[in-house]
């Protein structure tokens, strides 16, 4: 059986710089959770369909256990560990603690992730499209009100 060469890729995750010599068919999760040692994404599905391992790139939401890591080479990449900055959470972090939209945690960093892009591109969203900004998110513990609350907080914090 042949192995596939590996490759060197760059990224700036978090503000940092990384490079990563790894084969080409590695998802962007993988290498962000077993080279780059930021654990807060998971594996859910495999498929792309739960969210849990959503990351931003280049300020866009995606399913990181779909992209493979080379098709990231240059990328921007803001995991759950690079919201908080100087000890302060960032407001939809705090609003989610606020607004007790935590549960067992399992899905909260993409759910974060993907209000946090939702707000990026627009600060001031109706209850309507913060649903379908974190539709990609599944949880298993919530009905996603207290979800939708705590992103509708955050953007009103953040005005």
């Known amino acids: 059986m042949a192995t596939a060469q590996k490759r060197v890729v760059h990224y700036?995750?978090?503000g940092r710089p990384y490079e990563a010599y790894i084969e080409p068919n590695r998802t962007l999760l993988e290498v962000v959770?077993?080279?780059l040692r930021l654990t807060g994404a998971k594996e859910g599905c495999g498929t792309g369909d739960c969210g849990a391992c959503s990351m931003i790139v280049n300020g866009r939401l995606v399913t990181s256990c779909l992209m493979l890591a080379p098709?990231?080479?240059?990328a921007e990449i803001t995991t759950i560990e690079g919201l908080a900055q100087d000890s302060r959470l960032h407001p939809v972090?705090?609003?989610f603690i606020e607004k007790g939209a935590v549960q067992c945690g399992f899905c909260i960093p993409g759910m974060i992730l993907a209000g946090k892009a939702l707000l990026d591109r627009n600060p001031h969203p109706t209850e309507?499209?913060?649903r379908e900004a974190?539709?990609?998110n599944?949880?298993?513990c919530t009905g996603y009100t207290k979800m939708v609350e705590a992103?509708?907080?955050a953007a009103e914090a953040t005005t």
């Open 93 to 95: 972090q705090q609003a």
């Open 128 to 130: 309507r499209e913060i």
């Open 151 to 153: 992103i509708a907080a």
């Open 71 to 74: 098709q990231a080479d240059g």
């Open 138 to 140: 599944l949880c298993r």
């Open 134 to 136: 974190i539709a990609g």
């Open 33 to 35: 959770r077993d080279e």
């Open 12 to 14: 700036t995750v978090n």
